[in-house]
């Protein structure tokens, strides 16, 4: 189990990450990760979209962008936090993720929260 942990502008973002291998197929390793988004500002915020930056074990560098996370655009009240739990496959025993959430507050300021780097690890593989 991997972690990382960032704060942009009063929002946290802390991130649990794991090898799966009940989702593994052969040559292709899938990895879940969970993520908790915690307001600790003062204002309401809303997560529009996602930017991941996903790099496996050969270099390789995929960019993922969309709206909200797992089909939710969450609003999130100071004090209170968001989690959820997706997945990653990736052709490589190891790699890493790393990316932003685009947010707005109540009063229509938007900002990118920074997810900071994990890695993507199987137990036992060699980095």
Not at 76 to 84: A, K, N, V
Not at 107 to 120: D, K, T
Request: with cysteine; net charge negative.
């Amino acid at each position: 189990m991997t972690t990382s942990e960032a704060v942009t502008d009063g929002i946290r973002v802390q991130v649990t990450a794991r090898y799966a291998p009940e989702h593994a197929q052969p040559a292709h390793w899938f990895f879940l990760y969970t993520i908790r988004v915690s307001n600790e500002g003062p204002e309401t915020v809303q997560l529009l979209s996602r930017h991941w930056v996903i790099r496996d074990a050969m270099g390789r560098v995929e960019e993922v962008r969309g709206p909200g996370v797992v089909g939710e655009q969450p609003v999130i009240e100071p004090g209170q936090s968001y989690e959820y739990t997706s997945g990653c496959p990736l052709p490589t025993p190891f790699g890493s993720m790393e990316g932003t959430y685009q947010l707005v507050t109540e009063s229509g300021v938007e900002f990118n929260a920074r997810i900071a780097e994990f890695m993507l690890r199987e137990p036992g593989a060699i980095h």
